[in-house]
Nanobody, 120 residues
């Protein structure tokens, strides 16, 4: 399973960006897809997670500004980021919980990350 992120870049504070992540490979089912981020010298943290059923989950620092969505037909997850702040600067990683075959367990896969820089 491969996850490929896109959409990162440089934006001014108050601006918006939309990230995309597409999963490909041997996929029977994707249980959830989400976004994490890691700023320099900080631990990786949850940004948003979208399960197949139920509500999305957001990190406290982004709730109300970021929106996660999925296109299950395309195995793709999106992250709409509005009202960006300099403290949102980080590498954003996509993660998917995938069942590759019907009788397999669930494994977590990570993308390589896409950098987001918010200037003040």
């Amino acid at each position: 399973v491969q996850l490929v992120e896109s959409g990162g870049g440089l934006v001014q504070a108050g601006g918006s960006l939309k990230l995309s992540c597409a999963a490909s490979g041997t996929i029977f089912s994707i249980i959830n897809m989400g976004w994490y981020r890691q700023a320099p010298e900080k631990q990786r943290e949850l940004v948003a997670l979208k399960p197949n059923a139920g509500n999305a989950e957001y990190g406290d620092s982004v709730r109300g500004r970021f929106t996660i969505s999925r296109d299950v037909t395309k195995n793709t997850v999106y992250l709409q980021m509005n009202s960006l702040k300099p403290e949102d600067t980080a590498v954003y990683y996509c993660r998917a919980a995938v069942q590759e075959y019907a009788d397999y367990g669930v494994e977590h896969h990570w993308g390589k990350g896409t950098p987001v820089t918010v200037s003040s």
